[in-house]
């Protein structure tokens, strides 16, 4: 039986699939990593001793270099829409060969890790990196099996993660020079030509998005947390928009971050580590997250060190998406399980760059269905390649980009989970009040906390409601220590008829986006959508 570490070719390709490589690094431990990314300066230390890498022209995902093999398994399963690129079956062949091609005579890193911390849906994951940083990145994010079980793992999906590839578009059948290309058929994901670690965590989620819900199971782009009652809560949301500052809740213990799934024995994390964003990270505001980013083990990205390496957080000049990426332990109040009962409350957070939706509201059911399926939110500057300033977008599920199967799939089975568990689901903005993006401010982060607070404490059930005129869904009129005024958007603003047109212009572009959706739904979620007044002009 191999040991664990470093491993000639003649030992180590065979048990990967890869050929000639230099050495191959199995598990090495977050410090081996460490040595060897600043040996072979990929990263610096900073002051307190995280490490710190730079990820070059790619400061965030790259969505449109996304593809999945088209076969006659994934043909009438996947939804083909701009998030699903096709690529043929010898395309993918072509590129798995001179990607393996162009790892020859490299020194590689494998990690054997699992994605998803309910044993009955675990998903195995392999991977193969030519970056130490990389490693240590990967190992933070998903979960870590103990060590002495390593040696017989059996890998149930393979990534192999190449940044100084170059893809040819015309050979390889894909856009442009970089490419993520992901087989479900034989669970095999290729990411070549960009050093965002990103990239590597999300392609797990995508398979495991494609996996779950023929088994009943509901994946989530969520955070999720837990109350001392056991009254679990979920956050659905996209980057930028709060679920990791809101779910690391010093009164609740956080269950994850980002993705978990929902089944017949409640929540589970996908992962065993949290992906935060820094920008503009104090120690005042989010203490939690700020003492991780003090920690050996810890690995920023992009973001710009002084002259003693001290991160300045402020600092944006490479990318408003600079992140951290640490084990889930660094909380302190952190689930060692990963696991949790049926939620109680279903957060959706929108970061609403129009200025115009109330920073809460309660959702029926049906309201829940139509806004998961539209997923409202803000862009926001950084999360994705060229997108320099928030903009208004849509995305499907709270996370469009990583689910392969239709999104009335995902739809269907969470508003059965929401009816067979009688959970309660409320729509928060975290983006802009007072005006639209430029003109008006963020929402405070105080009073969200507080209205979240009343919701998750059942408080706020109790409370006086009045019907938004635009969005159709019930607002409380005052909320015990927020400011009543925040509460009515339209009041915030200086010019209330300049609210009706923004107001009335977003109501639009919902009822526009629903209507590829409006044949895969019944009349009830179809008769949830906002301004049924603006939509019968």
Not at 2 to 30: D, K, Q
Not at 41 to 47: P, Y
Not at 98 to 126: C, S, W, Y
Not at 146 to 169: G, N, Q, V, Y
Request: net charge negative.
């Amino acid at each position: 039986m191999e040991e664990l570490g470093v491993h000639n070719p003649t030992s180590g390709v065979a048990r990967i699939g890869l050929g000639e490589a230099a050495r191959v690094y199995y598990n090495l431990s977050p410090s081996a990593l460490y040595e060897e990314s600043i040996r072979r300066g990929e990263a610096v230390l900073t002051a307190d001793g995280a490490l710190c890498a730079y990820t070059g022209q790619h400061t965030g995902r790259s969505p449109k270099d996304k593809f999945i093999v088209r076969d006659a398994n994934t043909d009438g399963e996947v939804w083909w829409d701009d998030n699903n690129r096709a690529m043929s079956s010898e395309h993918f062949r072509i590129l798995h060969a001179d990607m393996l091609a162009h790892a020859a005579g490299k020194d590689l890193f494998v990690q054997d890790l699992i994605g998803g911390a309910d044993a009955e849906n675990a998903l195995p994951t392999r991977v193969i990196m030519e970056l130490a940083w990389h490693g240590v990145f990967i190992r933070n994010l998903l979960i870590r099996p103990k060590r002495a079980t390593l040696i017989d793992f059996e890998a149930k999906f393979t990534i192999i993660d190449m940044p100084s590839f170059r893809a040819d578009p015309a050979r390889h059948g894909c856009r442009t020079e970089t490419v993520i290309a992901c087989d479900f058929t034989n669970n095999i994901v290729l990411i070549g030509g960009s050093y965002y670690a990103g990239e590597i965590k999300k392609s797990v989620f995508s398979l495991l998005n494609y996996l779950l819900p023929p088994k009943g199971v509901m994946p989530m782009h969520c955070s999720a947390n837990v109350g001392p009652t056991g009254d679990a809560a979920v956050f659905f949301g996209l980057s930028g928009t709060g679920k990791t500052t809101l779910s690391a809740d010093p009164t609740r213990t956080l269950i994850g971050d980002d993705e978990h799934g929902w089944g017949e024995r409640g929540i589970f994390n996908f992962e065993g580590g949290c992906y935060a964003k820094t920008v503009n990270l104090s120690a005042e505001a989010e203490p939690e997250i700020y003492a991780a980013t003090r920690r050996f083990g810890t690995v920023l990205e992009n973001v710009v060190l002084d002259e003693d390496g001290v991160p300045d957080f402020d600092d944006e000049s490479l990318t408003e998406n600079t992140r951290c990426a640490y084990p889930l332990d660094f909380i302190p109040n952190a689930s060692e399980t990963g696991l949790a009962g049926h939620p109680k409350n279903i957060i959706m957070l929108t970061a609403d760059a129009f200025g115009v939706m109330p920073p809460i509201a309660k959702l029926t059911p049906e309201q829940a269905m139509y806004h998961f399926l539209s997923g409202y939110t803000a862009k926001v500057a950084g999360t994705e390649r060229g997108v320099t300033e928030p903009e208004a977008t849509f995305s499907t599920c709270f996370g469009g980009p990583f689910m392969p199967r239709h999104p009335a799939e995902y739809g269907n089975l969470l508003r059965d989970l929401i009816d067979r568990h009688d959970v309660d689901c409320w729509l928060v903005n975290t983006g802009w009040t007072g005006g639209a993006y430029g003109i008006g401010k963020r929402m405070p982060i105080k009073a969200t906390r507080a209205l979240l607070a009343s919701a998750l404490t059942g408080e706020l059930k109790n409370a006086e409601f009045r019907i938004d005129p635009n969005f159709g869904v019930a607002v409380p009129v005052s909320v015990s220590g927020v400011d009543s005024g925040i509460l009515d958007p339209r009041s915030t603003w200086e010019d209330p008829e300049k609210f009706d047109v923004q107001a009335r212009k977003l109501v639009s572009m919902f009822i526009a986006n629903f209507a590829q959706f409006e044949d895969h739904v019944d009349g009830t979620v179809r008769d949830a959508a906002p301004g049924a007044s603006i939509a019968a002009e």
